[in-house]
């Protein structure tokens, strides 16, 4: 069975930090990269950020560059995504999206339900 799960989502402060995670299972998940994309209420999505299938190319939004760190484990088959020095705009439920090419928001072959990241004081 496919499953794409999100976790690590929550209520953080204004300035805080979280850390998102992406376990995926049921299919060939180290061939395939991964982007993280987010919707905030009343809004499209829009997509965070990006990671190849081996690691070695790595795209953010411009949004998020020098706050947000995407990385994978393969063996694992996590993707994570660290949120530092978080603001109210970054409030959003985001989700993997795996299978498609960066800075899209079109949903690939698999992808997760999400996890809520409200950013509030």
């Known amino acids: 069975e496919v499953q794409v799960v999100e976790s690590g989502g929550g209520l953080v402060q204004p300035g805080g930090s979280l850390r998102l995670s992406c376990a995926a299972s049921?299919?060939?998940?180290?061939?395939?990269?991964v982007n993280w994309v987010r919707q905030a209420p009343g809004k499209g999505p829009e997509w965070v950020s990006y990671i190849n299938k081996d690691s070695d190319m790595i795209y953010y939004t411009d949004t998020v560059k020098g706050r947000f760190t995407i990385s994978r484990d393969n063996d694992k088959k996590m993707v994570y995504l660290q949120m530092n020095s978080l603001k109210p705009e970054d409030t959003a439920v985001y989700y993997c999206?795996?299978?498609?090419?960066?800075?899209?928001?079109?949903?690939?072959?698999?992808r997760g339900q999400g996890t809520q990241v409200t950013v509030s004081s």
């Open positions: 049921g299919f060939s998940f180290r061939n395939y990269a």
């Open positions: 999206n795996i299978g498609v090419p960066p800075f899209t928001v079109r949903d690939g072959p698999y």
